[in-house]
């Protein structure tokens, strides 16, 4: 369900069929059988100095469901709500891979989620966080040559990885709000008497875009300040040596 309050007790945060984003991609428990799929999942974290985050776990099985996750998703969006300094540190030591490229995001925190990349020599994969099916496969990882889900994973174990896509804007956070809300209704009739809510979201994706830049540019300086330039490396580290 949505965490947004009041919409999270009868709206969803996707209501897109599986089998439907397997075909627009060429997606779920499902499709778990065919060969070139592997399951993923976004996990809620709160991290020690009691912030919140965002934690993308690749190659899910059963047994991992629940288990610790290793790849920081948005780092220099408010998305998660506040931040710290220290959770930048957490990011640079404890999560060898970051999200570079999030489709709904805007250009500037994507961009600046590079940085701890770079200063820390990181690997970097971005994904099209697809709530609406319209935004499926509009920003995503690739590595060269990986002809199976095993050379897939292991290219992004060894930094191989390059983002590709789209990023986000108030056009297209609007569009995938309002479809989701087209989604709800036909889910669920009775939410049609929320209908009216659709006036306000043009309005309400607008004023999330402007926090999202203030957001991005205020953590930025002040991680700039933490890492002063020159102080980067730009020797790339295979996940499994930082694991290790």
């Known amino acids: ?5 009041l919409v999270k007790a009868f709206c969803r945060e996707s209501y897109n069929q599986p089998r ?3 075909a627009k991609l060429d997606a779920a428990e499902a ?3 065919r060969s070139d799929f592997f399951l ?3 996990v809620t974290c709160t991290l020690p100095g009691g912030t919140g985050l965002h934690v993308g776990v690749y190659d899910v099985t059963e047994r991992d ?3 610790k996750a290793r790849r920081a998703n948005h780092v220099f969006s408010a998305l998660t709500g506040r931040r710290t300094m220290a959770d930048f540190r957490l990011f640079e030591s404890v999560f060898p891979v970051l999200e570079t490229h999030n ?3 805007l250009a500037r925190p994507n961009e600046n989620a590079a940085a701890p990349v770079d200063f820390a020599a990181r690997v970097e994969v971005g994904g099209s966080d697809a709530h609406a099916m319209a935004s499926v496969g509009c920003a995503f990882t690739v590595v060269p040559r990986a002809r199976t889900r095993q050379e897939y994973l292991e290219g992004l174990r060894r930094g191989l990885g390059r983002v590709r896509g789209q990023t986000g804007g108030p056009w297209k956070l609007t569009r995938d709000i309002l479809s989701l809300g087209r989604s709800m209704v036909r889910d669920d009739p009775r939410t049609l008497a929320a209908a009216p809510l659709a006036l306000a979201v043009p309005a309400i994706t607008l004023s999330n875009c402007v926090i999202e830049q203030i957001f991005a540019r205020w953590w930025m300086a002040r ?3 933490l890492r002063p330039a020159g102080s980067g490396n730009c020797a790339a580290t295979p996940m ?5």
């Open 103 to 105: 489709g709904p995001m």
């Open 223 to 225: 991680y700039r300040r």
């Open 20 to 22: 439907a984003v397997y």
């Open 65 to 67: 469901h629940l288990e």
């Open 1 to 5: 369900m949505c965490t947004f309050p």
């Open 240 to 244: 499994a040596e930082v694991a290790a």
């Open 40 to 42: 993923s999942e976004e």
């Open 31 to 33: 499709l778990r059988s």
